[in-house]
Each structure stands twice: as structure tokens, then as C-alpha cells.
């Protein structure tokens, strides 16, 4: 399944958090479209999850509208004022704007890795255990190669993000020079913090950990 890793990390084991198929059908008879089946099961398992689906990034099932250019609205970074949307006519790919006002324009990324980019980007900051620092890039070559840490492979180019994990219940952001870790777990927490021991920034270390 193609949100496996997602469910490790926010420790989901069923569909308790998604909404219904009678919702999910419910919604495209309101639209008068069909929802691409990766959205149907992404809805399906995370469409009531207070942090995955959060601050309409991405939008809950009912927050879902078409747009007057004819566009399903799917996304919108509050802070920039971004929104992605998809043609309900040509799922296979996502839309990207800007601005809220700019003009919609096509970008080669599947709707499947736009959500993975996002959801694994937002939960650096939405994890209880949450780090922040600048490493070296030579050294981050270093434990990929060594199989300390894990490329994850996300077929984007609205995004200069990439994504590593050191376990299961963890997850790394690297933007530019600035590497952003979440972890659901202390002990994995702790362990992925020492991978690169010297370049967290101790203001941005927030231990509110799980108890094991």
C-alpha cells in the first residue's frame, strides 16, 4: 500500500481514523466527479485524522471543491498561500499554483507523491518528538552509504525536499542545508538524533516524547 510508512509513523493499524466509503460517495455525487482511487484510500484511512489532515493541508473530504476553472482543490499551504489542485477530467496528475490568484499550470508529480512529499514534510513539525539542525552533506552520503539511514523515493519536481528514515518510526526532511527530523518513539528519537549528533540545534530539540 502506498501509505504504509504513514501509518507507521502516526501508529495507525486499521481504518479508524478515514472516513467511509457511504462518505467518500457521498462527496463525489455532491462534486459530480470520481475520486482518483489513491485519494479514495488515502481519505479512507487518514480523512478524519486530526494531524495528518490538518489546517486544509491537505483538505478534509468535505473541505473538497471545484474551483472556477473546473479544478479539484486538494491542498493549500496557509503560510504561502499555495494550492494544489487536480483535473477531474486527468487525474494522473496534480496542479500547482503560486499564489492564490496565479495561473494553474501542470507539474510532473503523481498525485500519490505529492501527498507522501507533504505528509512526510508536515510530520518533521507535527511528531511529538521534533529536531531541527544544519548537517553536512558529506556526512549524510556517509550513513546512506554505511545503511544508517534510507532514501525514500518521491518522483517530484515541485520540490527541492528530499526524505530519509532511520527507522520505521521516524522520518528526515533535508531542504537546502537545513535537515528537519520527526519520530514517534523516545528510543528511535534518541538514536536518530545521534546519526548526526553535532548538528541539531538545541532550541529546536522538543522532547515531548511517548511513554514506552
Known sequence: M????????????????????????QVEKELGINLPPIMREFYQL??????????????????????DEGYLEIFLNQMTGARWAIDPNNTTSTLFTITPTGKWYPIKASIKDFLLSEIYWASCTRLACRALGAPAIDLLELKIETGQIELLKINADFSNLRFYQSSPNNIFALQDNLISLGSNNKADFAAALAIFEKTWLPSFIVPKLKEE
Open 2 to 25: 502506498a501509505f504504509e510508512k504513514i501509518k507507521t509513523l502516526y501508529e495507525i493499524q486499521g481504518e479508524e481514523f478515514g472516513n467511509s466509503i457511504s462518505e467518500i460517495i
Open 46 to 67: 487518514f480523512g478524519k485524522h486530526k494531524i495528518i489532515v490538518h489546517d486544509e493541508s491537505p483538505r478534509a473530504l468535505t473541505e473538497l471543491f471545484i474551483n
